[in-house]
């Protein structure tokens, strides 16, 4: 397997611009997460979805990101309109989750650099 | 709720000296526990895990004991060498995943 599928590797954009992040996930994986990380913040879960369906988006910073997954195998974090306190490197993660017993083990991506000038 | 508090960085060694990254953390219930390492450019990575109390985690030389009496998972090595130089994530787990701040390490030759 290729592992976590992140695009682009790198972003840089100006402010105001929409941002479109991608992510494939391992195959026969059915938890993704998308985690932020800033020197400030560290890592901040963003959202995650369990078999293509949001549980949890409490980490996302405001109304002006959106994520989705269409289905198993894509997903997408959009920022509109950007601003240079996104800058950050943002990480897709997936998990194989049987039943309620608790986070397995996450694969990451080797993430997407976004800068906003 | 949930927290993993982890030792605040960065640390340097030398080769060969033996490494400890401290980390406790608290719960309601008995979550597993895992560190995480992370190269430079690359995305967090599985180092060793553990589920239950007492249990040992162990990769690489690493190594790592669930202690429930004192609520920890101290990270060690015996003898760290330069390819070491990562960042460090302890992280546990009841129903999600939760991260600490993360401890840089440098190991110089």
């Known amino acids: 397997d290729a592992g976590v599928i992140q695009s682009p590797r790198h972003e840089v954009t100006e402010m105001g611009q929409e941002v479109t992040l991608r992510c494939k996930p391992i195959?026969?994986?059915?938890?993704l997460f998308w985690y932020r990380q800033t020197m400030m913040r560290g890592l901040e879960l963003l959202i995650y979805?369990?078999?293509?369906?949001?549980?949890?988006d409490s980490g996302m910073p405001e109304d002006r990101f959106s994520a989705k997954m269409p289905n198993a195998s894509f997903s997408t974090l959009k920022i509109q309109p950007s601003e240079p306190r996104d800058s950050a490197v943002y990480f897709c993660?997936?998990?194989?989750?049987?039943?309620?017993?608790?986070?397995?083990?996450?694969?990451f991506g080797a993430g997407s650099r976004l800068t906003v000038l | 709720g949930n927290s993993v508090t982890q030792m605040e960085g960065p640390v340097t060694l030398s080769e060969e000296a033996f490494l400890t990254i401290n980390c406790t953390y608290t719960a309601t219930g008995y979550p597993s526990l895992f560190w995480y390492v992370q190269y430079p450019g690359e995305g967090l990575q599985l180092l060793l895990k553990?589920?239950?109390?007492?249990d040992k985690g162990s990769n690489k030389g690493f190594e790592a004991t669930y202690r429930k009496e004192t609520t920890s998972f101290h990270l060690e090595k015996g003898s760290v060498q330069v390819s070491d130089s990562a960042v460090y994530f302890c992280a546990g787990s009841a129903r999600q995943l939760t991260f600490g701040s993360g401890t840089q390490l440098t190991v110089l030759p």
């Open positions: 979805f369990n078999n293509n369906v949001p549980i949890d």
């Open positions: 195959s026969g994986h059915n938890s």
């Open positions: 553990a589920t239950k109390a007492d």
């Open positions: 993660a997936s998990s194989f989750r049987s039943g309620a017993a608790g986070a397995n083990v996450l694969t």
